[in-house]
């Protein structure tokens, strides 16, 4: 992969975008490569991932503006389309995947982060929907989820406008999780993973299908949603081992993943 890396870390896996003299804008050799080191995760292994940039300055400046300067309508379109697929890639991912996002969060860069599960930035992040002011729509899903996220209106407000927010605003709106020092990041990131690594993942799977598919449902449909996930982890190694842990007083010895 040229402008994606993959390390692991135990359980964690962390992927970076690294094309930090572009600030990490994503192009179709960016996407490829994401869309690669996604599909090379062992979901035997990895429990967690992180998904960050390259750099001090920038998580992702968003698509790539050269790329999508001269694209034809079909051409755009067909561009949106590999974004977006990757990006739900992401979103339906079976493990969870935290946004590190450590610096610009532009255009397709907070669309990015939108697709992942929880966001956490440093102090000097800046998230926002430039494209109106470049003379397009956000096009790798920002009409869509910044909405869902922090509401219609505050969306509307953000991509009508241009208006770029920083990382006070962005967490005062529910956009990011947490804020930290940039040194921070990183670390408190790969806590959180490891938090979620040691729980039976199974059940966090399940969990997050659960939650996603849930929200595009209504509350009838969503509530049949659970039950059949919930249904889904008993009789696991790792129900088993959980419950037995409790009602034997002691710490579970290892979830299995089974
Ligand atoms: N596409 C291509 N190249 C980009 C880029 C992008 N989105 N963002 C930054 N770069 C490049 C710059 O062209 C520059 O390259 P050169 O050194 O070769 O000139 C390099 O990265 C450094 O950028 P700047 O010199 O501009 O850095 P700065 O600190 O002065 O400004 C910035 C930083 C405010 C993020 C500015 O780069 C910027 O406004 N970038 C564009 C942000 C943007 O509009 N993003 C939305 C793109 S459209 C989109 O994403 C559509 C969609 O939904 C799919």
Sequence with gaps: MEFVTYETEGAVGIITINRPKALNA?????????????????????????????????????????????????????????????????????????????????????????????????????FGQPEVGLGITPGFGGTQRLARIVGVGRAKEMIYGARNIKADDAYRIGLVNHVYPLEELIPAAKKMAAGIAKNAPIAVRNCKKAINEGLQVDM???????????GDCFESYDQKEGMAAFLEKRKVEAFLNK
């Excluded at 994401?34 to 998580?59: M, P, Y």
């Excluded at 969870?96 to 610009?104: E, Y």
């Design 26 to 126: 994503l192009n179709s050799q960016v996407l490829d490569d994401l869309n690669e080191a996604f599909d090379s995760v062992d979901l035997g292994e990895i429990r967690a991932l992180i998904l960050t940039g390259a750099g001090e300055k920038s998580f992702v400046a968003g698509a790539d503006i050269g790329e999508m300067s001269s694209l034809t309508k079909a051409e755009g379109e067909a561009f949106g389309k590999k974004g977006n697929d990757i990006f739900r890639k992401i979103e339906t991912f079976p493990i969870p995947v935290i946004a590190a996002i450590n610096g610009f969060a532009l255009g397709g860069g907070c669309e990015i982060a939108m697709s992942c599960d929880i966001r956490l930035c440093s102090e000097n992040a800046v």
């Design 220 to 230: 009838d449909q969503a509530i049949v949603i659970e039950e059949k996930l919930f």
